[in-house]
């Protein structure tokens, strides 16, 4: 497990562009996502609702609403699961508590579903953290994102 917490995104002029992270991640579409706790600035897809708790997206879905859309994640989580991994698997553990209440820099680190791949906490539109369990994710965010903090292992 590694974690980073990056508090600057240059890129795009605004936190939290998931269009850049997905940029970064290049890989998005190969996962099924877990959207839970979310806050944005418009809700401009039905299927990225602002009345319930959690939303499960293809990654193609995520990917091309976030390319589509200019929308800001404020606060909440977006968890990245291999397509194998159904929704009843998910929920078999607590959802991701929002950015309000995630004790996001805990460390040793760790990931709130054990199941996720990456997990990535939208924290007030000022900072993300992600959590992975490659090495490869964080070192990409890392050269990303120079100014980042490095949260460890």
Known sequence: MRGIC?????????FTNMKEVFDVLGNARQYNWLLSYHD??????????????????TGDEFV??????????????????????????????????????????QLPVSMQNPLADTEIYFIDSTFLVITSKSKDVIERFATAYPDSEYLGE
């Open 6 to 14: 990056i508090t600057r995104m240059p890129n795009s002029g605004y």
């Open 64 to 105: 091309d609403i976030v390319t589509e859309y200019n929308i800001q994640f404020i606060w909440g989580t977006a968890a990245a699961y291999k397509k194998d991994i159904t929704l009843d698997e998910v929920l078999q553990y607590p959802l991701p508590p929002d950015g309000k209440f995630a004790d996001y820099c």
């Open 40 to 57: 944005c600035n418009h809700y401009p897809s039905e299927k990225i609702s602002y009345d319930k708790d959690y939303v499960w997206l």
